[in-house]
T-cell receptor, first 111, second 115 residues
């Protein structure tokens, strides 16, 4: 069974600074996808960024980028120029046949 | 915009009651999912459906059942609610692919409290 681990239950960042959220996963598959989802206090979960395992290039979406290390099974999310609206729970997720979520990291943004 | 709606944001039920949670999506997605979300545990899959009248068990199906009579609607049923089913329940939908690689779109969640 696949597992996804987010080792940081909570993190905080000063507005306009950069923060990195960690995620590791365990799998024996070679073809899979990785996601970061964001869940603001209003609770509607939305996709932040997605990475295909066969692509070596790290995915980027505006201020959000990932550092995908396939051999290390690591998939961290970097948020640049943090904004107050980035405050949320962030979930890392892995999908082979089904989506498996990590336990989440609560990000607080200080003004 | 994809829209996934859930019938209630907050629900309070008593132990032993039968509980229905409804989810509707408007994007003609084949796949629909029910998760429960608990602090520190992330989201855990209860059941999913890849077509009308089709269902598959997820990681924690015990105490739950589901119904998918129409493509746009996926219901989660707690036959006899228990206090350990107090949780946030999230519905999601996606297009069907060979693997579950498509983005899932989530509803706003239902906070269920069982007294």
């Amino acid at each position: 069974a696949q597992t996804v681990t987010q080792s940081q239950p909570e993190m905080s960042v000063q507005e306009a600074e950069t923060v990195t959220l960690s995620c590791t996963y365990d799998t024996s598959e070679s073809d899979y996808y990785l996601f970061w989802y964001k869940q603001p206090p209003s609770r509607q979960m939305i996709l932040v960024i997605r990475q295909e395992a066969y692509k070596q290039q790290n995915a980027t979406e505006n201020r959000f980028s990932v550092n995908f290390q396939k051999a290390a099974k690591s998939f961290s999310l970097k948020i640049s120029d943090s904004q107050l609206g980035d405050a949320a729970m962030y979930f890392c997720a892995y999908t082979g046949n089904m989506l498996t979520f990590g336990g989440g990291t609560r990000l607080m943004v200080k003004p | 915009d994809v829209k996934v709606t859930q019938s209630s944001r907050y629900l309070v039920k008593r132990t032993g009651e039968k509980v229905f949670l409804e989810c509707v999506q408007d994007m003609d997605h084949e796949n629909m999912f029910w998760y429960r979300q608990d602090p520190g545990l992330g989201l855990r899959l209860i059941y999913f459906s890849y077509d009308v009248k089709m269902k598959e068990k997820g990681d924690i199906p015990e105490g739950y059942s589901v119904s998918r009579e129409k493509k746009e609607r996926f219901s989660l049923i707690l036959e006899s609610a228990s206090t350990n089913q107090t949780s946030m329940y999230l519905c999601a939908s996606s297009f069907r692919t060979a693997q579950s690689t498509d983005t899932q779109y989530f509803g706003p969640g239902t906070r269920l409290t069982v007294l």
